[in-house]
């Protein structure tokens, strides 16, 4: 079934409605003591821990999205549910991450957010929203159609002279981290700038709300680097905004990998723009 842009938009109107009350509820239990589960992840704490404001708002989210499935014949792929195959038989999937960023939200810093993808069977997003709790700043876009802030066309700012550096946190202690800011230093006007706090999702729009900004991850043969569910909302965001989201290589991001969910094999590479992402490249190799 091939979705057309009116559909899109009607199915991007349900994950923002669904994204905005997952938001609430995360806004709503902020405060509250909570348990910290584990399960299996990839080799940072980040992938590995969740708390049940997770799984309720993975509940509500699909909750709100199960109708979508019959209607227009589309799959599921979420972070707290087990992967059953089906975005491999269906023409499009929705990439759910309920809670992008447990790590911060545990916190109570600023860097989580809900961020609902839809992605069709080749790995192309064609919808992607984000919605950040802290301040109640909606980001969407339909592939096609453009990007959006607060349902406002969203263009990137003028370019600033500070590069701004954006990671995870676990980058900190990365036995390249040294090398990395030393080298981004020398692309950056004035002191290099550096944001390493937040989940993958808020990490991939603070990079269009700094530019020029990059945010990457090294290929590796562990299993990380980040799932689907955490960069197939922001890719389609950056690709209709004009920035740059694609492996480590240059290559197309792999959004429905089939013998994994997580994207170690070819990294990531997100960049405010292409030049920013050929000098990063350039530096680090």
């Known amino acids: 079934m091939?979705?057309?842009?009116?559909?899109?938009?009607e199915l991007s109107n349900i994950a923002i409605e669904a994204a905005q009350k997952a938001g609430q509820l995360v806004t709503e239990r902020s405060k509250e003591k909570l348990t910290v589960n584990t399960k299996v992840g990839g080799d940072c704490l980040a992938s590995q821990v969740f708390t049940e404001v997770d799984l309720a708002c993975e509940k509500l989210i699909l909750d709100a999205l199960h109708p979508t499935l019959e209607k227009f014949d589309l799959a599921m792929l979420t972070e707290e549910s087990a992967d059953d195959g089906s975005r491999f038989q269906k023409d499009y999937f929705w990439c759910i991450d309920?809670?992008?960023?447990?790590?911060?939200?545990?916190?109570?810093?600023?860097?989580y957010s809900v961020s609902i993808g839809l992605v069709d069977k080749t790995g192309v997003p064609h919808i992607g929203v984000i919605y950040n709790p802290v301040d109640a700043t909606l980001y969407h876009?339909?592939?096609?159609?453009?990007?959006?802030?607060?349902?406002?066309?969203?263009?990137?700012n003028t370019p600033a002279p500070t590069l701004t550096l954006v990671c995870d946190r676990s980058f900190l202690d990365h036995p390249r981290y040294d090398e990395v800011e030393a080298k981004l230093n020398t692309l950056s006007a004035v002191q290099l700038k550096k944001i390493c706090h937040g989940g993958a999702a808020m990490n991939a729009m603070w990079v269009l709300e700094n530019h020029p900004a990059t945010y990457f991850k090294f290929p590796k043969k562990e299993d990380g680097a980040g799932s689907l569910w955490d960069y197939a909302a922001s890719a389609c965001i950056f690709n209709e905004i004009g920035a740059y989201?694609?492996?480590?290589?240059?290559?197309?991001?792999?959004?429905?990998?089939?013998?994994?969910?997580?994207?170690?094999?070819q990294g990531i590479s997100y960049a405010s723009d292409a030049g920013t992402h050929i000098k990063v490249r350039e530096l680090l190799g």
Do not use: M
């Not at 989201?245 to 094999?265: I, V, Y």
């Open 141 to 156: 876009a339909i592939k096609g159609v453009g990007a959006y802030k607060n349902q406002q066309k969203w263009q990137l």
């Open 245 to 265: 989201a694609s492996a480590f290589n240059g290559d197309q991001l792999d959004l429905n990998r089939p013998d994994s969910t997580f994207l170690n094999h």
């Open 98 to 111: 309920p809670l992008d960023g447990t790590l911060p939200f545990l916190d109570q810093t600023d860097g």
């Open 2 to 9: 091939h979705l057309n842009i009116e559909q899109l938009k």
